[in-house]
């Protein structure tokens, strides 16, 4: 589609949903009319129908003028669509742990599930059995460039391994890295010519921060209107509209990616994105050590034995149990992967801040607003402020697949406040020096200005309403760092369904080790945001 | 456009393209068509190739118990090349002392030796049959064979153990629990049904007392992590043990098995079916059977706190506010033996169909 048309519809089928909406021309520009999400399999002519028919309902005349007046007519609208299939196993492949370590944590940023795999002193039937593994999509391997000296000598085993593994499965796809990738070199050379299954000569893993091989494994994964790409493309797009610095932190059943998109003036946007199988809400390896992080977040006695069951239930069925405790819960294996998503792209904590940090996937969608804003800041933590926004009809991974890059710019510039809910604005402050009070704020906007007494440990919610401008102006009794090390700062804040959140906690976040404790502060921390929670 | 696809071909009919009942999650009572995998690893031998048709009993491989690595000269005709993957067997008569070995396959080469190569052999071996009957689709040497199961399947959420046959019998009603001391000698060979859920001490007595098989609506987790604790020290015993496998229909949290599938499974009491593990299925001969009907209306709880009720979905409600403030899509449903309808989010239903 190079020209968005009068109607569109936007699918964004995930693992476990698939989210549609409806996009029309109205008032000479495109406007998002509805959006609706369903479990996968739900046929989309029927979540197509059930926006369709709340369009019509609550505006005959715009749908007739679309041609979406009668039933059925939805089903027949031009789509952009994006799929976000379960991530591909790669096995990584290093003659030793030091050589492995950057290619896993590559690969791993790329949208493969990494099974990580050492030559020296591993037992070699187990080697071959793991690469010849009918759930291994892709082999990559490789070498320090030069091969250090304790590599040398099991080069040519590796080399050997993992040609043995492409004549068990000529289909393997091979990517060969550093050290092991010189063109028509000894490695390349034992692979049998003429075989179904790519061998591609790639960078070393420390070349350019490893961007240049994650490109190349990012590639070999996921079809042409892969989800996780488009939305990178479209946070480019977003960043290039709005002129902002942009972070979008999506969380998906199978896999998350955290994109940093910033604005140049006079040049394409640029995008950095990391697509991670571990940060999926429950990753397919489920260990002991991501139920205790799921655990660490949870505000509700549930003991560890019905939590595991729950989880499981869970991922037999990742749309149900989505209101009440199941949202609760639901939102702490969100708040885990994302921390286990930040924690796997270091890379990113190294450029500039965001201005606004987007929540994106279906597992920030069934959670009251302010909720998922609080969520947010419990994870992405920088001093600092920003808008938080949740991409919540999920359209931004279909309108990354309109490839005309003219043509999504304009759709995005008439339809971003349409895309976004906004969820307020927070701020973070580092460098605190607890217990005593360590100043004032005063929060001046359309009403009466509100005066608060900062308390270093905890978070203040103020009310500051969607479409509305404030201004926060700290006063704090030493340096503290807010982005820049200050006493006295003034903040223009935007409002949203969370409002204003003032987070005085630490950086990075510090909660008790000891449970009663911490599900105690966990509870007083987000009662304020989830009505009857508990009860 | 990589994503876009316009959809020109069907008439817009001013009626609705789809009954609103789509969008509550279907669940397929039965299917068709399955396809299971058998794992090869390496130095196990297929007994079968592509397009193998195969019937209960029959032989699909050889299975080397305690495989080991050795090391021979693979000497090949001019421009032949050995292949990892391949079968391997002393040449008969001309054993040198190096190569006093068993057969096996081909693992890897050995480095900077031209024609020396590691074998994967051993010397127990147990020969691996079909539990079920199809076609063998696929075999690839230390990975797996796959087949396309004849029959229908009823499908379930995971399964423990190892893939199974035996004749149905129905242990409890589909409310009930199935205690250690109610299974004896005399389900020897059977594959049982026992209702809600059972625990871990119940599993290990079934598999001791000849028990094939349990299907249950579910399974808690600690029950299963220990039942596959037990499995595990099982198959590391010098004597193989006769297959057991475990089925969970729904999950982990404690329900009945639902009316269609409780049917279902009535009606197959008695006949002869498969357990498989990889996907968890019961699979059995659909000729011989009809299969119960279940209504358009009908539905059942999945998940939340209505878990495992079923009634009768009446009309959509809408988009509702539920516990904890979260908004979500719902429909009226007339719950059995409730006084009203109530209203649940469609997301917590299924429809079997």
Same mark, same amino acid.
Do not use: Y
């Given at each position: 589609?190079?020209?968005?048309?009068?109607?569109?519809?936007?699918?964004?089928?995930?693992?476990?949903?698939?989210?549609?909406?409806?996009?029309?021309?109205?008032?000479?520009?495109?406007?998002?009319?509805?959006?609706?999400?369903?479990?996968?399999?739900?046929?989309?002519?029927?979540?197509?129908?059930?926006?369709?028919?709340?369009?019509?309902?609550?505006?005959?005349?715009?749908?007739?003028?679309?041609?979406?007046?009668?039933?059925?007519?939805?089903?027949?609208?031009?789509?952009?669509?994006?799929?976000?299939?379960?991530?591909?196993?790669?096995?990584?492949?290093?003659?030793?742990?030091?050589?492995?370590?950057?290619?896993?944590?590559?690969?791993?940023?790329?949208?493969?599930?990494?099974?990580?795999?050492?030559?020296?002193?591993?037992?070699?039937?187990?080697?071959?059995?793991?690469?010849?593994?009918?759930?291994?999509?892709?082999?990559?391997?490789?070498?320090?460039?030069?091969?250090?000296?304790?590599?040398?000598?099991?080069?040519?085993?590796?080399?050997?391994?993992?040609?043995?593994?492409?004549?068990?499965?000529?289909?393997?796809?091979?990517?060969?890295?550093?050290?092991?990738?010189?063109?028509?070199?000894?490695?390349?050379?034992?692979?049998?010519?003429?075989?179904?299954?790519?061998?591609?000569?790639?960078?070393?893993?420390?070349?350019?921060?490893?961007?240049?091989?994650?490109?190349?494994?990012?590639?070999?994964?996921?079809?042409?209107?892969?989800?996780?790409?488009?939305?990178?493309?479209?946070?480019?797009?977003?960043?290039?509209?709005?002129?902002?610095?942009?972070?979008?932190?999506?969380?998906?059943?199978?896999?998350?990616?955290?994109?940093?998109?910033?604005?140049?003036?006079?040049?394409?946007?640029?995008?950095?994105?990391?697509?991670?199988?571990?940060?999926?809400?429950?990753?397919?390896?489920?260990?002991?050590?991501?139920?205790?992080?799921?655990?660490?977040?949870?505000?509700?006695?549930?003991?560890?034995?019905?939590?595991?069951?729950?989880?499981?239930?869970?991922?037999?069925?990742?749309?149900?149990?989505?209101?009440?405790?199941?949202?609760?819960?639901?939102?702490?294996?969100?708040?885990?992967?994302?921390?286990?998503?930040?924690?796997?792209?270091?890379?990113?904590?190294?450029?500039?801040?965001?201005?606004?940090?987007?929540?994106?996937?279906?597992?920030?969608?069934?959670?009251?607003?302010?909720?998922?804003?609080?969520?947010?800041?419990?994870?992405?933590?920088?001093?600092?402020?920003?808008?938080?926004?949740?991409?919540?009809?999920?359209?931004?991974?279909?309108?990354?697949?309109?490839?005309?890059?003219?043509?999504?710019?304009?759709?995005?510039?008439?339809?971003?406040?349409?895309?976004?809910?906004?969820?307020?604005?927070?701020?973070?402050?580092?460098?605190?020096?607890?217990?005593?009070?360590?100043?004032?704020?005063?929060?001046?906007?359309?009403?009466?200005?509100?005066?608060?007494?900062?308390?270093?440990?905890?978070?203040?919610?103020?009310?500051?309403?969607?479409?509305?401008?404030?201004?926060?102006?700290?006063?704090?009794?030493?340096?503290?760092?807010?982005?820049?090390?200050?006493?006295?700062?003034?903040?223009?804040?935007?409002?949203?369904?969370?409002?204003?959140?003032?987070?005085?906690?630490?950086?990075?976040?510090?909660?008790?080790?000891?449970?009663?404790?911490?599900?105690?502060?966990?509870?007083?921390?987000?009662?304020?945001?989830?009505?009857?929670?508990?009860? | 456009?990589?994503?876009?696809?316009?959809?020109?071909?069907?008439?817009?009919?001013?009626?609705?393209?789809?009954?609103?009942?789509?969008?509550?999650?279907?669940?397929?009572?039965?299917?068709?068509?399955? $396809?299971?995998? %058998?794992? /090869? =690893?390496? #130095?196990? *031998? +297929?007994?079968?190739?592509?397009?193998? &048709?195969?019937? @209960? !009993?029959?032989?699909?491989?050889?299975?080397?118990?305690?495989?080991?690595?050795? $090391?021979?000269? %693979?000497? /090949? =005709?001019? #421009?032949? *090349? +050995?292949?990892?993957?391949?079968?391997? &067997?002393?040449? @008969? !008569?001309?054993?040198?002392?190096?190569?006093?070995?068993?057969?096996?396959?081909?693992?890897?080469? %050995?480095?900077?030796?031209?024609?020396?190569?590691?074998?994967?052999?051993?010397?127990?071996?147990?020969?691996?049959?079909?539990?079920?009957?199809?076609?063998?689709?696929?075999?690839?040497?230390?990975?797996?064979?796959?087949?396309?199961?004849?029959?229908?399947?009823?499908?379930?959420?995971?399964?423990?153990?190892?893939?199974?046959?035996?004749?149905?019998?129905?242990?409890?009603?589909?409310?009930?629990?199935?205690?250690?001391?109610?299974?004896?000698?005399?389900?020897?060979?059977?594959?049982?049904?026992?209702?809600?859920?059972?625990?871990?001490?119940?599993?290990?007595?079934?598999?001791?007392?000849?028990?094939?098989?349990?299907?249950?609506?579910?399974?808690?987790?600690?029950?299963?992590?220990?039942?596959?604790?037990?499995?595990?020290?099982?198959?590391?015993?010098?004597?193989?043990?006769?297959?057991?496998?475990?089925?969970?229909?729904?999950?982990?949290?404690?329900?009945?098995?639902?009316?269609?599938?409780?049917?279902?499974?009535?009606?197959?009491?008695?006949?002869?079916?498969?357990?498989?593990?990889?996907?968890?299925?019961?699979?059995?001969?659909?000729?011989?059977?009809?299969?119960?009907?279940?209504?358009?209306?009908?539905?059942?709880?999945?998940?939340?706190?209505?878990?495992?009720?079923?009634?009768?979905?009446?009309?959509?409600?809408?988009?509702?506010?539920?516990?904890?403030?979260?908004?979500?899509?719902?429909?009226?449903?007339?719950?059995?033996?409730?006084?009203?309808?109530?209203?649940?989010?469609?997301?917590?239903?299924?429809?079997?169909?």
């Amino acid at each position: 589609m190079s020209t968005p048309s009068r109607v569109l519809a936007t699918v964004d089928s995930g693992t476990a949903t698939a989210a549609v909406s409806l996009i029309g021309r109205a008032g000479g520009r495109h406007r998002l009319l509805g959006s609706t999400a369903g479990p996968v399999g739900t046929p989309v002519e029927a979540l197509l129908e059930r926006v369709r028919r709340r369009v019509a309902g609550a505006d005959p005349d715009l749908a007739q003028a679309l041609g979406i007046g009668l039933p059925g007519s939805a089903a027949d609208v031009p789509r952009l669509a994006s799929r976000t299939a379960p991530p591909p196993q790669l096995a990584a492949i290093a003659v030793t742990e030091r050589a492995l370590r950057p290619l896993a944590a590559v690969a791993e940023t790329a949208g493969w599930q990494v099974r990580a795999l050492v030559v020296q002193g591993a037992d070699i039937l187990k080697l071959a059995t793991s690469l010849a593994d009918g759930r291994v999509d892709a082999i990559l391997a490789g070498a320090s460039e030069p091969p250090a000296a304790d590599e040398r000598h099991l080069v040519a085993e590796l080399g050997n391994l993992v040609a043995a593994a492409t004549e068990r499965r000529p289909d393997l796809v091979t990517v060969l890295a550093g050290g092991l990738a010189t063109p028509g070199g000894r490695t390349e050379s034992l692979f049998r010519e003429g075989r179904p299954g790519a061998t591609v000569l790639a960078p070393s893993p420390t070349d350019a921060d490893g961007e240049p091989l994650r490109a190349i494994l990012d590639g070999l994964r996921g079809g042409g209107d892969d989800g996780r790409r488009a939305l990178a493309v479209a946070a480019g797009s977003l960043a290039t509209v709005l002129r902002r610095r942009i972070e979008v932190v999506e969380i998906g059943l199978a896999g998350g990616s955290r994109t940093l998109a910033s604005w140049r003036p006079g040049d394409r946007a640029s995008v950095r994105t990391g697509s991670v199988a571990r940060a999926a809400l429950l990753p397919r390896s489920f260990t002991d050590e991501i139920l205790d992080e799921i655990i660490r977040w949870l505000p509700i006695p549930l003991d560890r034995l019905r939590t595991r069951d729950r989880l499981r239930e869970m991922a037999a069925c990742p749309w149900g149990d989505a209101a009440g405790d199941g949202a609760v819960l639901r939102l702490a294996a969100a708040r885990a992967a994302a921390a286990r998503l930040l924690a796997r792209t270091p890379a990113m904590d190294g450029l500039p801040a965001a201005d606004i940090v987007i929540a994106s996937g279906g597992a920030w969608q069934a959670a009251p607003a302010p909720a998922t804003a609080l969520a947010l800041a419990d994870v992405v933590r920088r001093p600092g402020a920003r808008a938080l926004g949740l991409d919540h009809a999920r359209a931004l991974a279909p309108l990354g697949t309109l490839e005309d890059e003219d043509a999504r710019l304009r759709l995005m510039a008439d339809l971003f406040d349409d895309l976004l809910v906004p969820l307020g604005t927070v701020v973070q402050v580092a460098g605190l020096r607890p217990p005593r009070s360590v100043g004032t704020l005063v929060v001046r906007g359309s009403g009466d200005p509100m005066e608060v007494e900062l308390q270093p440990g905890g978070i203040d919610l103020i009310d500051v309403p969607p479409g509305e401008r404030a201004t926060a102006e700290f006063r704090f009794r030493d340096p503290v760092d807010v982005g820049t090390r200050t006493k006295r700062v003034d903040l223009g804040v935007t409002g949203g369904l969370g409002g204003l959140i003032v987070d005085l906690r630490d950086i990075p976040m510090r909660l008790p080790d000891r449970l009663e404790p911490r599900r105690e502060l966990l509870a007083g921390w987000q009662a304020p945001t989830w009505p009857g929670l508990g009860q | 456009m990589a994503g876009a696809h316009v959809a020109g071909a069907r008439p817009v009919t001013g009626e609705p393209a789809t009954d609103w009942r789509d969008e509550i999650p279907r669940r397929a009572l039965v299917e068709a068509g399955l $396809e299971t995998t %058998v794992p /090869l =690893p390496p #130095g196990d *031998r +297929p007994l079968v190739g592509p397009g193998t &048709a195969v019937m @209960p !009993g029959d032989l699909l491989l050889e299975h080397v118990r305690d495989p080991r690595v050795d $090391e021979v000269d %693979v000497r /090949l =005709p001019e #421009g032949e *090349r +050995p292949l990892a993957g391949g079968r391997w &067997a002393p040449v @008969p !008569g001309r054993r040198r002392h190096a190569d006093r070995t068993a057969d096996g396959e081909l693992l890897v080469p %050995v480095p900077g030796k031209a024609t020396r190569w590691r074998l994967v052999t051993g010397d127990h071996r147990a020969p691996t049959t079909s539990a079920v009957s199809g076609i063998v689709t696929e075999v690839r040497p230390g990975a797996m064979i796959r087949l396309r199961v004849a029959g229908l399947a009823l499908r379930g959420t995971l399964a423990a153990g190892a893939t199974s046959r035996g004749r149905l019998e129905l242990a409890t009603d589909p409310f009930g629990e199935l205690r250690p001391g109610g299974i004896d000698v005399g389900r020897t060979g059977s594959i049982l049904v026992v209702g809600s859920r059972i625990d871990a001490e119940a599993l290990t007595r079934a598999r001791a007392m000849g028990v094939r098989g349990i299907i249950v609506a579910a399974i808690a987790g600690k029950d299963l992590r220990d039942f596959q604790a037990s499995e595990r020290r099982q198959r590391a015993a010098l004597h193989m043990p006769e297959p057991f496998g475990v089925l969970a229909l729904d999950g982990a949290l404690r329900r009945p098995i639902a009316t269609p599938v409780a049917a279902l499974l009535e009606r197959l009491a008695g006949h002869e079916v498969a357990l498989l593990v990889n996907p968890p299925a019961l699979v059995f001969d659909g000729s011989a059977i009809d299969l119960p009907e279940v209504g358009p209306d009908w539905v059942r709880v999945r998940s939340g706190p209505n878990l495992g009720a079923e009634g009768r979905v009446l009309e959509p409600a809408g988009l509702w506010r539920f516990a904890g403030g979260v908004h979500l899509e719902a429909a009226r449903v007339q719950l059995d033996g409730e006084p009203s309808p109530v209203v649940l989010p469609l997301c917590d239903l299924e429809r079997f169909g």
